[in-house]
Structures are given as structure tokens and as C-alpha cells.
């Protein structure tokens, strides 16, 4: 259970697609940061006119610490820009602002799959720090039960991922929509350098969400669920 090569066999897709999706995002993000919008604006006056054009009045704007912290928090109702997205005058910050404000839309309208990701993220968690305590327990012991627990809670951890990932296609969506319509982008130029941006990013959270479900296919497969056999040696 240490070191098993037949993990690294199940992981090297998803492992190649999250290599490739931060060099894709860091490609982007660079060039996108050199470009400044015509409209002037930095993330976080683009980020005040979306929420203040979309009737959104009380919605935060505050600068976290961090790079690529940004994030919208759905209980206090703020809008959270990491320093260079806050102040930063360029594609690639009004591009993520609008993305995470995307987010605050999606909560002032019940978006019912933001609904339902911010219900599980509670489960999410507990699932996904309990899961490798009953999975090494398990694979330890050799008690079936403890590992097919530890799969269970773990499941949790994948359905998060795949709820996500329509919400942060939704939140970019958005984002490039109302930047255009409220033109703070201008221009095909603009307009093409912010999707880059965004749809970079999006191959995160795919990256991020095959990781997930390759896991539960390898701990499938160890506890002889999925082609494995539960008489090979934990």
C-alpha cells in the first residue's frame, strides 16, 4: 500500500492532464497580464461594476493574500481578489474577477448546483480526510469492511469534483458574457485573450476531477471491486 506501482498506472492520465493544465493556465495568465483592457479598469472595479450593474448590493469586495486566492465566499457574501487581481490592470485580473463575481451571481440567483456544492462541501471535507484513515486502516488490517468505508467516504470527495466542475464552467460563462456586455473587454482581441484565460483555468478543475475519480477507480480495483482481487496482498 506504500509504494504501488499499479497506482502510478491508473494516475499518469490525470497526472499528464494536471502538468499540462497549470502550464496551460500559467501560459495564458502571463500573457494576459500584459495586456491592459481599454476600459482601464482593474479586477476589482470590474468586479464592483458587475455586481453593482447585476443589482448586487451587498456583495464585498476585500484583497486576500496569496497568489491565484481568489474566491468568493458565499456565507460572508464577499468577493475575495488576490493582491495582483485586486489592483491589477490587465485581461488576466479582470478576467478572474469576473469569474469569481460570476460566482456571487450564481449565489444571489440560488444556482441550484452552487446550492448543492456548498451543502456537500461540509461532507466533502470530513469524507475526504476520514476516507485515507479508514483506507490505510483498512489496506493495513486487510478489513474489507474498513476499505469499502474508506471508499465510501472518499465517493463524497468525487461527487464534490463533479458537481463543481458545471459551476465553474457556469461562473467563466458568465464572466465572459457580461465583460463584453458591460465592456469592460472590448473587442475580439480582448474578448479572445480573457477566454484563454478562463478556459484555461477550467482544465483545472477537469484535471482536478479526473484525479479524483481515477483514485476511486484504483481503490475500486484494490478492494477487488474493479478487476483487482481482494486475495492479492495489502
Not at 495586456?35 to 448590493?57: D, H, K, M, N
Request: no cysteine; hydrophobic share 50%; net charge negative.
Amino acid at each position: 500500500m506504500f509504494f504501488d506501482p499499479m497506482y502510478l498506472l491508473f494516475m499518469v492520465p490525470g497526472m499528464i492532464l494536471a502538468a499540462w493544465a497549470q502550464w496551460k493556465v500559467h501560459a495564458a495568465y502571463q500573457e494576459a497580464s500584459r495586456i491592459a483592457p481599454a476600459s482601464g479598469a482593474t479586477g476589482a472595479e470590474a468586479a464592483a461594476v458587475i455586481l453593482r450593474q447585476s443589482g448586487l448590493r451587498g456583495v464585498e469586495i476585500e484583497q486576500t493574500e496569496g497568489i491565484m486566492s481568489d474566491h468568493y465566499d458565499p456565507s460572508a457574501k464577499v468577493l475575495r481578489l488576490s493582491p495582483d487581481v485586486y489592483h491589477g490592470r490587465s485581461l488576466a485580473a479582470v478576467g478572474i474577477a469576473a469569474h469569481e463575481a460570476g460566482h456571487a451571481l450564481q449565489d444571489a440567483q440560488r444556482y441550484p448546483l452552487l446550492v448543492l456544492r456548498n451543502g456537500i462541501v461540509p461532507l466533502a471535507s470530513i469524507g475526504g480526510n476520514l476516507s485515507w484513515i479508514l483506507l490505510m486502516a483498512g489496506f493495513l488490517l486487510q478489513s474489507f469492511n474498513l476499505i469499502i468505508a474508506g471508499i465510501v467516504a472518499f465517493s463524497i470527495t468525487v461527487v464534490f469534483q463533479l458537481i463543481n466542475l458545471p459551476v465553474e464552467f457556469d461562473a467563466s460563462r458568465r464572466a465572459k458574457a457580461i465583460l463584453s456586455e458591460m465592456g469592460i473587454v472590448r473587442g475580439p482581441e480582448e474578448i479572445g485573450e480573457v477566454r484563454r484565460v478562463l478556459s484555461a483555468a477550467a482544465m483545472t478543475y477537469v484535471a482536478a476531477t479526473l484525479m479524483a475519480m481515477l483514485n476511486l477507480v484504483y481503490y475500486l480495483f484494490r478492494a477487488g471491486l474493479f478487476g483487482g482481487s481482494r486475495d492479492e496482498e495489502a
